[in-house]
């Protein structure tokens, strides 16, 4: 695999030595980190903002020994301000670095950028397309706080038209057997059907609900993601419409099984209220912890194999 693009890409050999290399890096951080990435550089070029996988990827490189050389608000600050294509960057760029890390605001975007590239691209995610290493922790995730993968139910809720680590995670679990997914979303913002169409193809049983409370009572993962207002552009009154509807509190909390989890790909604005955080079954910031392990396998696997 010479770039991370799609979650697709993945299948569960790849993904089974992925979350053992990951499983080491946690060994790795906790030990003080390690030296194999020695002399490598990551550039890290960003047009749409980002904590955790910039950081993460950045703490990665550094604890894996590497170096890391970063242009964040890429539209604003690198010579894109000035006109400078996508492809003139990357070819511009893969002379500086071993790997480039890429986040832009179209989808499609990490392709072609890998199309004129020698240098490995990760895709960070593009536009609303796709956010395949945000899926590959949340899978990790699920395995470590579950046990299992295969035979699960989830409820994705929310933006599910504009989320990109949606898509990538139902790529991802298509993968599994007898996977149940539940989507409880805003009308205004439903799965689009080529993931659907994927999910049939892939003998995944799919069901579009409205009852948030209902759902979450009977399902393993409640996965919840955030209505993106940057998505919506001038069109403020849909944006109303999907915001606020699906929120998950206390009075989720109560119905929900004893092991089952709540992730989120964060950030979060209201959708999951802070008297949520200190039960043991909201798991967004373990979620966000575990990044930082699948990026450092990640980069291992891409530039020492
Ligand atoms: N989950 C995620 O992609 O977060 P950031 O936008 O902070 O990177």
Known sequence: MKHIIKAQQFNKRNLSKLFSIAKEMDIIVKSGGSNILSHKVM??????PSTRTRLS?????????GEVITTESAREFSSSAKGETLEDSIRVIEGYADVIVLRHYESGAAKRAAMVSKTPIINAGDGSGQ?????LLDIYTIKKELGEINGISVAMVGDLANGRTVRSLSYLLGKYEDIKIYFVTPEIVRMKQDIKAYLKRHNIQFFEENDLKKVCAKVDVVYQTRIQRERFGERVEDYEKAHGKYIISKEILDVMKKKSIIMHPLPRLDEIKSEVDSDPRAAYFRQAQNGLYIRMALLKMLLTS
Do not use: C, D, N
């Open 43 to 48: 550039a890290t070029l960003f047009y749409e």
């Open 131 to 135: 956010h395949p290493t945000q899926a």
């Open 57 to 65: 990827f950045e703490s990665a490189m550094h604890k894996l020994g």
